[in-house]
């Protein structure tokens, strides 16, 4: 079984920075793929950036040029560093991990970006 814990969470004036992490813990030797995902109220999740085992990184559209995935397998641990910062950027970030065949999740953050 894996745990995943988010932090870094907040609130940010348009234009900020904010950097949210998430370790994972538990039974595992190491993460094959990260992921981050956001849902805002009222909208469905949609995926923000994920990163392989390689290092490759990939993001969604809206997020391009300003938000940054990293991973650490030493300590099984990833973060999310998102720069310039809109309103439309505020949801619930939630944090994923794929190991071996099954998909763990976090219990979100909240991101805030006030305008």
């Known amino acids: 079984q894996v745990q995943l814990v988010e932090s870094g969470g907040g609130l940010v004036q348009a234009g900020g920075s904010l950097r949210v992490s998430c370790a994972a813990s538990?039974?595992?030797?190491?993460?094959?793929?990260w992921y981050w995902y956001r849902q805002a109220p009222g909208k469905e999740r949609e995926l923000v950036a994920r990163i392989d085992k390689a290092g490759t990184a990939n993001y969604g559209n809206s997020v391009k040029g300003r938000f940054t995935i990293a991973r650490d397998d030493a300590e099984n641990t990833n973060v999310l560093q998102m720069n310039s910062l809109k309103p439309e950027d505020t949801a619930v970030y939630y944090c994923s991990a794929l190991f071996q065949t099954a998909k763990y999740w976090g219990q979100g953050t909240q991101v805030t970006v006030s305008s």
């Open positions: 538990g039974s595992i030797s190491s993460i094959s793929t």
